[in-house]
């Protein structure tokens, strides 16, 4: 950690909508913190903020930054730890390289992004940026198992206000495809460490001659932990996505595909590339050894291969061809259907978690080129998690669509503390330069895993640690005892991985009397159950290992509530602190474009709402500071304000958008404050800060839509300019004036 003093609550600064937010909401929150004795102060894990930590050496004084994120990865392994964090960039590499281009723009000496690096600077400058770019930042941070669930207040506001809904048909014909072999579901083998296998262990590839290569050395391992290794067979994928084009179009649907290229920065953009190579395949039949020297990579996606092609002198004749083959093709699902911008455009813009639950509020309709909602087959390729979404699709065309008035709700407890499972297995996943055997090799010589593998499969190992599983084993006993309800262990006895979890969970459970409190079921058994279970207005607790956390912390949100960025999310660190995230979500780059080009920001802070709250109490609990629990008590009255009152922000310019919805949470938190009888000090500190907001609404509420409808100036995207931003988003001399 840095020299610098560590302040009562750290705000985190990170990308898009949500920093945007920030810098209308962030001077609201330490107005009033301040008054509470609170200090709040902020640490920049912005993938810019990242990018220009990583370069010093290169930058003036004034450009430099201390590594924010190092710093927080360090502070949340302390017992005082108090982060709020907001969804932030894990970058594609589009992403990063849009993000170093527009640095260099703004002065900042960077390097280019190597895509082929060949000199020794080179490769240094391809570290650092593999360092930053996917999910670089959650595991981290994330030294804590996952406690997400709807607030009471959210929850009952999408009760009384029920979003609207899609109507499913039991003669749909969407659905979800998966692989049936050759992928890592199948692949997979997991063991649980000894104590004398524990400590440097070693990956390696065997070519057929018996030539060793080491891919990775000295991977710690201990004692406990639960490892696994499994890998994709290129060969089978190829087969897969030929086959589901196919179908596509025989059936006459959408053809899509749905990966996390962002968390799983390795093997998802190659499997992504796959897909774009599938689709074009007579492309580059024809012309892929000059695609490839023109740097158009299908792993980056279309988008950048479109812009490659077009710089070739060949280039016209190449888009033809694919205008031609796209003809033939089943229609692709669209991100923006008006600006033409596919599934296959860029990997990181269909993202399986967001997008398919989306697909399934909608009825099971994607949005087409024609811009008409259209059945789609969801292309799912590892068939770990899909048969979360398949029962999902086939129960709704069962039943028809959930009613969000009458729908109980599915809390989780997730697995994903100390990176684990496949969230953490970058720096172990390797696309095979040749056929041979990858073998993982403990520090004794014992022979973990072992695989025969071809060119381009796939191969990675992930690891899952002792401590983190019962401490999240503990949690969701916790948990349980606290809702007295159904509790679900999301675990597949016939899966590698969960039979080594399960014969941690079953122990501690029986030690703790509570077994008859939890079910163990494979996750397509358990998605149908929650959904029956939540249908009649009951209460779920889905426990589960890091990746479900994430598809089901969108999935049952979005189907319940209507958005996944509403959800209260507490990560109680091991250590003891308290990492308090904003929902999910993701970042909001389309908000972003709208208040660029219309002065409208649509992003809803209600995630920050619930946080901050959370936050607060949990600072009264580590300092005895009682003034911050007041404070963090008013927090819920003012959320539930600005839900009862309906000042949420709306999709269209001239509607309530973001800095209303900030103007009134702070107009019922004054108000929450003065009225409270537990500190009088704070009671009359507010009175007159209530008096002044509610009586400057009206022209308030006019300055902040001043410049609605026009277009706004941020002086940036991935770095903007603080001056700039804050008149964009503080437009209300009157507004800030009161709050100081």
């Known amino acids: 950690m840095t020299d610098r003093p560590i302040p009562d609550i750290i705000y985190t600064k990170v990308d898009e909508a949500p920093q945007l937010a920030s810098a209308s909401l962030l001077p609201i929150i330490r107005s009033f913190a301040a008054a509470a004795g609170v200090s709040v102060g902020v640490r920049d894990i912005s993938l810019a903020g990242r990018i220009i930590a990583a370069f010093p050496e290169r930058l003036t004084e004034a450009q430099r930054q201390p590594d924010d994120l190092a710093e927080l990865g360090a502070l949340v392994t302390t017992p ?209 050894p000059a695609l490839a020297a023109a740097g158009a990579d299908p792993n980056a996606g279309l988008g950048v291969m479109l812009e490659r092609i077009a710089e070739m002198p060949e280039g016209k004749a190449i888009l033809a061809e694919i205008e031609a083959v796209m003809a033939e093709r089943p229609p692709l699902y669209m991100v923006n259907s008006d600006k033409g911008i596919t599934n296959l455009h860029v990997p990181s813009d269909v993202i399986i978690d967001a997008s398919i639950p989306a697909l399934i509020r909608a009825g099971g309709k994607g949005w087409g080129p024609d811009g008409k909602a259209q059945d789609t087959n969801c292309v799912v390729p590892d068939s770990s998690y899909a048969a979360v979404y398949d029962e999902t699709v086939a129960y709704f065309k069962q039943t028809g669509a959930l009613d969000p008035a009458t729908a109980g709700t599915v809390q989780n407890i997730g697995l994903m503390a100390q990176k684990a499972e496949e969230y953490g297995s970058h720096p172990t996943t390797f696309e095979i330069p040749a056929d041979g055997t990858v073998r993982l090799i403990a520090a004794n010589g014992d022979v973990l895993h072992q695989h025969k593998v071809q060119k381009g499969d796939i191969w990675r190992a992930a690891a899952t640690r002792k401590a983190p599983i019962e401490d999240w084993v503990r949690l969701a006993i916790s948990r349980q005892k606290a809702e007295g309800c159904q509790a679900i262990f999301w675990l597949d006895a016939t899966r590698a991985h969960d039979a080594q979890l399960i014969n941690y969970v079953r122990p501690i459970l029986d030690a703790a009397g509570v077994a008859d409190k939890f079910q163990i079921l494979a996750p397509r058994e358990a998605t149908r159950l929650s959904l029956e279970t939540i249908r009649k207005g009951e209460t779920s607790i889905a426990i589960t290992g890091n990746v479900l ?154 300055e902040l839509a001043a410049d609605q409808g026009k277009a706004a100036d941020l002086g940036g995207y991935y770095h903007t300019d603080p001056a700039k931003t804050a008149a964009v988003m503080r437009p209300s001399p009157t507004f800030n004036a009161i709050i100081g």
């Open 549 to 702: 956390r994430d598809y089901l912390t969108d999935l049952f949100p979005i189907l319940e509530l209507g958005t996944s960025a509403k959800m209260l999310s507490i990560v109680k660190l091991m250590q003891g602190g308290g990492l308090f995230e904003t929902g999910a979500g993701g970042s909001a780059p389309k908000h972003v474009q709208q208040l660029m080009e219309e002065g409208h920001l649509r992003w809803d802070s209600l995630g920050e709402f619930c946080a901050l709250g959370e936050s607060l109490k949990f600072q009264a609990d580590l300092s005895g500071n009682e003034k911050a629990r007041v404070l963090g008590r008013a927090v819920d009255v003012a959320t539930q304000g600005v839900l009862d009152h309906d000042k949420s922000p709306k999709g269209r310019v001239g509607q309530t958008d973001n800095r209303d919805s900030h103007f009134y949470f702070a107009l019922y938190w004054a108000q929450a404050l003065a009225a409270q009888s537990e500190d009088a000090a704070l009671a009359a500190h507010f009175a007159p800060i209530a008096k002044a907001l509610a009586e400057n609404e009206a022209k308030i509420v006019a």
């Open 80 to 288: 005082t730890a108090n982060v709020v964090k907001l969804p932030n960039i894990s970058a594609s590499v589009p992403q990063l390289l849009a993000a170093v281009k527009e640095l260099q723009g703004q002065g900042y000496d960077l390097p280019d992004y190597p895509e082929d690096p060949k000199t020794e600077a080179e490769r240094e400058a391809r570290r650092r940026y593999d360092a930053i770019k996917g999910s670089a930042v959650n595991p981290v941070l994330r030294e804590g198992n996952s406690d997400r669930r709807a607030a009471v207040a959210v929850k009952n506001y999408a009760k009384a206000n029920p979003h609207s809904m899609g109507e499913w048909r039991p003669d749909s014909k969407t659905r979800v495809s998966t692989m049936s072999g050759g992928d890592f579901r199948s692949n997979e083998t997991s063991v649980t460490l000894s104590a004398a296998q524990a400590g440097a262990a070693r990956i390696e590839h065997v070519a057929p001659d018996g030539t060793v290569t080491v891919l990775k050395d000295k991977v710690t391992y201990h004692e406990g932990t639960v490892v696994d290794a499994t890998f994709m067979s290129v060969a089978a994928l190829r087969t897969f996505l030929a086959e589901q084009i196919a179908l596509s179009k025989r059936e006459g649907v959408l053809f899509s595909v749905h990966l996390k290229a962002t968390m799983m920065k390795v093997s998802d953009p190659i499997i992504f590339g796959h897909a774009v190579r599938a689709f074009l395949a007579p492309v580059f039949e024809a012309h892929g």
